[in-house]
């Protein structure tokens, strides 16, 4: 019996987003608090767009770590699999407000502090979708435990996804990088990839066909590229390559997340076996609406109208 739509493992921690619009952190002199972690937001998107969704994570014992385990409950997410660790502080991060890449800097405590145990076979017997991020797998022992659930979760036939967030401030190490981002893709996950992720993963510009050529020979089938103001790409092995242009909004007020919104609408679309055009489609107008919004998604995301709006 399937009761979870999205499993999500990875880092929870707070967003301190700077106040001051297209500031660095130099420049940035007020933040505000907001729920983060990248595959934290696809599990409240997901839950905000009616998918049960399930985070399994780590946060601290202290006030941040009560703070998420409350906002999670507002959106509907099952916390039952987030530890709490008593000797380290909850994970934060300062970000720039920014209409592109957002400028960050990480303060790593308690989010790769995640147990084995966490994870079983009832829980990935429970779930649909498997997915977790570049940054979860940086470090141990969260990524033991990543890599292991998606052994398990590839055994019993779930689908799997990946999120590479990669940046060389999380993960200094790109040699060791590839070799466990490899690991992963030999189960085949539905990848998400950005254009500024490529470059720093590979620390050169690569073109489309290399990027995806990399991907599919590491086991993965589908890969989306997204490209911010050029659009998106999308390579799968069976139905071959896919352009979509940018949807035009006026302003953007944030793209922190802006990714996350893109990928939980595909994940959605994915769920309900829309074809990987739609998916797209449906993941561009779920990122627009973020976009549009400092912090998470609005309330008043109206789901219905972003499916019935389809080209």
Not at 16 to 31: P, Q, S, V
Not at 180 to 202: A, E, M
Not at 223 to 236: E, H, Q, R
Request: net charge negative; aromatic share 8%; glycine share 6%.
């Amino acid at each position: 019996m399937k009761t979870i739509d999205i499993l999500c493992i990875g880092e929870v921690l707070i967003d301190f987003i700077g106040h001051e619009k297209n500031a660095t952190i130099l420049d940035t002199k007020n933040y505000h608090r907001f729920l983060g972690g990248s595959p934290t937001n696809v599990a409240v998107n997901a839950a905000r767009l009616g998918l049960r969704s399930a985070l399994v994570a780590s946060c601290g014992k202290d006030g941040l770590g009560d703070y998420i385990i409350n906002k999670l409950e507002e959106d509907k997410v099952v916390t039952s699999f987030i530890y709490r660790d008593s000797n380290l502080p909850t994970s934060i991060i300062l970000v720039s407000k920014s209409e592109d890449t957002p400028d960050f800097t990480a303060y790593r405590e308690a989010d790769s502090c995640i147990p084995e145990n966490l994870i079983d076979v009832d829980l990935l017997n429970a779930s649909k979708i498997y997915h977790t991020t570049s940054f979860a797998l940086s470090k141990n022992p969260a990524r033991n435990t990543i890599l292991k659930g998606a052994e398990i979760a590839s055994e019993l036939g779930l689908q799997l996804s990946i999120d590479l967030n990669y940046s060389e401030k999380i993960w200094p190490d790109r040699e060791e990088a590839a070799r466990i981002i490899g690991q992963y893709l030999k189960y085949n996950p539905l990848v998400k990839v950005s254009n500024d992720d490529c470059h720093r993963y590979f620390g050169a510009h690569l073109s489309e066909k290399e990027v995806f050529e990399y991907f599919h020979n590491l086991g993965a089938n589908t890969i989306c590229l997204t490209k911010g103001k050029n659009g998106v790409s999308i390579s799968d092995k069976n139905v071959g390559v896919i352009h979509k242009e940018a949807i035009k909004i006026k302003e953007v007020h944030d793209a922190t997340g802006a990714g996350d919104a893109f990928w939980t609408g595909f994940l959605y679309a994915q769920i309900n076996e829309k074809t990987l055009e739609q998916s797209v489609t449906i993941a561009q107008k779920l990122a627009t609406i973020k976009l549009q919004n400092v912090g998470r998604l609005p309330d008043m995301i109206g789901l219905k109208k972003i499916i019935n709006d389809l080209d």
